[in-house]
């Protein structure tokens, strides 16, 4: 309880002062770094590089966090709160600087960080790009990956994830609710041609699900968040299913399905294709430690372990979302679950 009350203090110094820069417009007060070996942290994703871990997740101008063990973290300032750029605040209205859901990955000697902006329940979004050589370098906007359009688009662009296949072609996937999750080929830095490849219910049966209950806005098809892992010869596509945000009373989960080709079919355990609304159950809320747990990632790490993180609304916490971590074991039939 001691750290909740010191990691809620610090964030209730982190104002907002008005000073603006032609691509800047809000500028932060940079936070008090601290430690804690109970993050919290929304939307969790993680980079190694010279013997530190980084956690990143959503927050003002990103939560970042760093760690030699992955057990005692300094949580500190973003090195983007001061770098959104300001086209990310004229594509999506109502939006300042509250980033949700990035992925980061390493690829062709560069960090490429994907990062969301919007405004809750709503799919006129955008995934913005930025690009460092190293994590505590200098990091460049490279514009919008891809942007969705309410009343235009059936899709949300938000929760992005990279991959890369066997041809070392970089895709993205990414959605949330509307029509699902997409994916698509990144070209030239720009998500083109998306194709959606898994759904809570099947298309046909959307417009007989129960109205959305944490917006009047979004849309009915309850999932989201999704993260590709490549292991084994196959590419395993984690989601997570129904809503979260709503503190103890969030029923996230996540399911899993998998497919020898990166743009799918992905299919469940029993065969059926989460484009159809399939999606094998791999994690939920036990109701002692987590009401409900969701929006994941999964790596494969040098010294040969599979861990799975995502966050969880904590039962000892008051709702707060936490991070998680677990190790993966692996069926011999190739198939995930949590150690």
Known sequence: MKQLLLILTVMATFHVAQAQTPNQRHRFHRR?????????????????????????????????????DRKTWVVQSSPFIEKIPAWTQDSVPGFRNHVWAPDIIRWHDRWWLAYSCSTFGKNTSAIGLMTADHLNGEWKDEGCLVASKGKRDNWNAIDPAFVVDDDDQMWLTWGS???????????????????????????????????????????????????????????????????????????YRVAVGRSKKVDGPYLDREGKDMANGGGTLFLEGDKVDYEAAGHSAAYDLPTGETIFICHGYSTHHHGQAILIQREIEWSEDGWPSVK
């Open 177 to 251: 609710f509307w029509d699902g999750i997409q994916i698509a080929p990144l070209s030239e830095k720009s998500a083109v041609s998306s194709k959606t490849i898994a759904r809570r219910i099947a298309l046909k049966d959307t417009l007989k699900a129960d109205p959305n209950p944490t917006s009047k806005y979004a849309g009915r098809n309850a999932i989201e968040a999704p993260f590709i892992l490549k292991h084994g010869g196959w590419y395993y596509l984690f989601v997570s299913w129904d809503y979260c945000c709503r503190g103890s009373k969030s029923n």
């Open 32 to 68: 008090m770094a601290f430690v804690t070996d109970t993050v919290m942290a929304h939307d969790p994703v993680m980079a190694y590089e010279r013997g530190t871990y980084y956690l990143l997740s959503t927050g003002m101008g990103l939560q970042w966090a760093t760690s030699k």
